[in-house]
């Protein structure tokens, strides 16, 4: 009885090791993901999802007509959802624009800048994603709405909300950082992740003076 509890408790510990690994590696390829999350944020404008696949993203691509795609994920040549999604984007003629953006931490005040950017100078429509659609998304999607469409606060931040699998307390950073943003002009020059305001989520390797 003892050599078959010990060979089932053994049993039990390999097939934990292998379902997290097979979690583990689900995650890091992008196929774990709840649903594609996909939304309008601005009709014939802005669009949000996950990460999607070759063919629900030519889907997209051919229904709203999108001429850009921001992926919140950033651009690891590394990882083969990256390098995937860019050759695909190429081959649709389609803008690729990959920022790195953490959902634990404020942006700095140089990826502010590039998402700015993109909104200011790249075609219309577009679709913005990170790797479930629900944080850094989120959190973008609301800067949008109040500083481009003049949203009010309260309306923005219904796009981090649990209707698109964010969790606040998980990833506090995100709500926070579009409730402390002032207007683009204080973005794109007064802005400091620096700064007091922004100590409780800044990245400990951040180079403050």
């Excluded at 606060?153 to 709500?175: C, D, G, I, N």
Aim: charged share 25%.
């Amino acid at each position: 009885m003892f050599k078959n509890k010990i060979r089932s408790n053994l049993i039990y510990l390999i097939l934990s090791f292998v379902f997290l690994l097979v979690v583990g590696v689900m995650y890091r390829s992008s196929v774990f993901r709840i649903s594609q999350n996909f939304a309008v944020v601005e009709d014939q404008k802005l669009y949000r999802s996950a990460q999607l696949t070759d063919d629900e993203l030519k889907q997209v691509i051919e229904k709203y007509h999108i001429k850009t795609v921001i992926s919140l994920r950033g651009s690891p040549a590394a990882s083969k959802w990256y390098s995937r999604e860019e050759d695909f984007l190429k081959k649709q003629n389609v803008q690729f624009e990959p920022i790195n953006l953490s959902d634990d931490y404020y942006p700095d005040q140089e990826q502010i800048r590039m998402i700015l950017n993109v909104f200011k100078t790249r075609s219309f429509p577009m679709l913005v994603h990170c790797r479930v659609g629900a944080d850094r998304t989120g959190m973008v999607s609301a800067l949008y709405q109040r500083f481009f469409m003049n949203e009010s606060l309260e309306k923005s931040l219904e796009q981090l909300s649990f209707r698109y699998w964010h969790v606040r307390f998980l990833h506090p950073a995100m709500t926070a950082f579009v409730e402390k943003a002032k207007s683009i002009n204080w973005l794109l020059t007064d802005y400091n992740v620096c700064s007091s305001d922004f100590a409780d989520y800044r990245k400990a390797d951040y180079v403050c003076h």
